[in-house]
């Protein structure tokens, strides 16, 4: 398996072998559905609420008599069946959205994901990629030069320079290997992958 080298200018230079374990898998659209469906439920926070029918605000006095009204009986206004009455099964902030997705199962379906990036021809190989300031402007000039716009960069490093340059960069993501994950990698437009990086996908993913 071979992947574009791109210059400084975000042109073909030439080829670069890549491992078929990561970047050579065959499509498995089920499994990449799964893990990014799993990724995005274990972000989830717990934190809505709903009330049931003895936390709303009510009274207990029998809202009309029992019989001779044509209305079906009722006891007090918090009936769920009531407009503004309590909650059958209520929503609890201690609700857990979380997903198990096994080892084994993740890797594939990450290495089933740069596999259709390179096939696509959306993913990239640079030597290195690094900014000697810690400057927005200079990082921002680097990725014009390149005509990239919409990008996640995995580098084998990102030291403070390269953290601070691009925080501010809107659609710019610059991440260490471990920190890729399934969204991001469906989600942006172009992924570049440094070769020091490559290698360490190769030990998480292969």
Do not use: C
Not at 72 to 88: F, N, Q, V
């Amino acid at each position: 398996m071979q992947l574009e080298l791109l210059n400084d200018q975000g042109q073909a230079a030439s080829k670069v072998d890549a491992p078929e374990t990561v970047f050579g898998r065959e499509y498995n659209e089920a499994l990449i559905h799964q893990i990014v469906v799993a990724y995005q439920a274990n972000a989830r926070q717990g934190t809505r609420a709903q009330k049931d029918r003895e936390q709303v605000k009510h009274s207990t006095k029998k809202p009309f008599k029992q019989k001779g009204t044509g209305n079906a009986r009722a006891g007090m206004t918090s009936s769920p069946l009531w407009r503004g009455g309590g909650r059958i099964f209520p929503n609890m902030p201690d609700e857990n959205f979380t997903q198990k997705i096994n080892k084994k199962m993740y890797r594939a379906g990450m290495a089933s994901i740069f596999s259709q990036l390179a096939r696509e021809g959306r993913l990239a190989v640079v030597d290195s990629f690094k900014v000697e300031t810690p400057k927005t402007k200079a990082l921002a000039a680097k990725f014009k030069a390149m005509s990239l716009d919409n990008v996640l960069v995995i580098a084998d490093e990102v030291d403070e320079n390269l953290y601070l340059a691009s925080r501010n960069l809107i659609n710019i993501l610059i991440v260490e290997p471990r920190y890729a994950d399934p969204v991001s990698l469906v989600n942006f437009k172009k992924v570049l992958v440094t070769k020091g990086a490559m290698d360490k996908l190769k030990e998480m993913f292969a």
